[in-house]
Nanobody, 127 residues
């Protein structure tokens, strides 16, 4: 049984930093790309980042480039999202997800490209 468990998040002032973690079990973690998504109230789930299986290629959506850093520790089946210079518009529920392939597809921002999802963790950035 695959489980994806997230931790981290919380409330932070604008300009602050937070780190999210995501640990997967029940699957061969290093066989799959991993993604981060976020969903703000009333909006669709948005792809934030995708890392291929060995972290050599990492994609980011334009709005977080230079501020967010994704990383993974395959030895511990854990994915991280380090968020810096946070803005109020970063406020959302954040999700991690395991992809279907070792690489990130061209359509990595689509939720259909991922099989298993974490429970979500809230990030709130105050102005």
């Amino acid at each position: 049984q695959v489980q994806v468990v997230q931790s981290g998040g919380g409330l932070v002032q604008a300009g602050g930093s937070l780190r999210l973690s995501c640990t997967a079990s029940g699957l061969s973690f290093d066989d799959y790309a991993m993604g981060w998504f976020r969903q703000a109230p009333g909006k669709e789930r948005e792809g934030v980042s995708c890392l291929i299986w060995n972290s050599r290629i990492i994609y980011y959506t334009d709005s977080v480039k230079g501020r967010f850093t994704s990383s993974r520790d395959n030895a511990n089946n854990t994915l991280y999202l380090q968020m810096a210079s946070l803005k109020p518009e970063d406020t959302a529920m954040y999700f991690c997800a395991a992809g279907k392939y070792p690489g990130c597809p061209g359509s990595w921002k689509l939720t259909d490209e991922y099989n298993y999802w974490g429970q979500g963790t809230q990030v709130t950035v105050s102005s």
